[in-house]
């Protein structure tokens, strides 16, 4: 008997992967002393690399 799912424990791991992906986005963002604006663009743009592999992920498995 399995605690939890496969299908879910993947759905787990791609979005705590692509939330990764946009802290770590912030973050290097941040150290190299960009302003507000290109923090939240570099965010935007690190978060959307996440969900077009999400997507891909869809795609291909579905």
């Known amino acids: 008997m ?3 799912s496969l299908e ?3 759905d787990v791991s791609l979005l705590v992967g ?3 992906l946009g802290a770590w986005g912030f973050v290097k963002a ?3 002393g960009a302003g507000r604006w290109r923090t939240v663009g570099t965010t ?5 690399i996440g969900l077009v592999l ?3 992920k869809a795609v291909v498995h579905h």
Not at 44 to 48: H, I, P
């Open 18 to 20: 692509t939330g990764s």
């Open 8 to 10: 879910w424990a993947v």
């Open 2 to 4: 399995r605690a939890l």
């Open 30 to 32: 941040r150290r190299a």
């Open 44 to 48: 935007a743009t690190t978060l959307g």
């Open 54 to 56: 999400v997507t891909l």
